[in-house]
């Protein structure tokens, strides 16, 4: 089963800053575009933002705009994202899915691949 495995989740204080990772052990997702989406108890899965792996472009949403990046040295290798700025809304579980072929936008039904994630807490 593919899966992506997602780490450098914990716990920060509002203002606070994490870098998440993701990596692909098997080394069969390279080639794929790869989303960052959250999810926190009781709620659904919201789209954070995306990274393609052609040229590395990246996107988030709005709502977390010039608080999170996201970012890879090289796209088919590590994807990072970056919270600065942490709020109580940023707690979720983070999760590192690749983007189902011919794919790129903010649906999560369109990723695959999703791992355990890893747990984001911003709380005094």
């Known amino acids: 089963q593919v899966q992506l495995v997602e780490s450098g989740g914990g716990s920060v204080q509002p203002g606070g800053s994490l870098r998440l990772s993701c990596v692909d052990p098997?080394?069969?997702?390279?080639?794929?575009?790869k989303a960052w989406i959250r999810q926190a108890p009781a709620k659904d899965r919201g789209f954070v933002g995306v990274i393609t792996w052609i040229g590395g472009a990246s996107m988030v949403t709005n709502s977390v705009r010039g608080r999170i990046t996201i970012s890879s040295y090289n796209p088919s290798s590590t994807v990072y994202l970056q919270l600065n700025s942490g709020h109580a809304t940023d707690t979720s579980r983070y999760y590192c899915?690749?983007?189902?072929?011919?794919?790129?936008?903010?649906?999560?039904?369109?990723?695959?691949?999703w791992g355990r994630g890893t747990q984001v807490t911003v709380s005094s």
């Open positions: 098997g080394g069969i997702s390279t080639d794929y575009g």
């Open positions: 899915p690749r983007a189902r072929r011919g794919f790129i936008g903010a649906d999560t039904n369109g990723y695959d691949a």
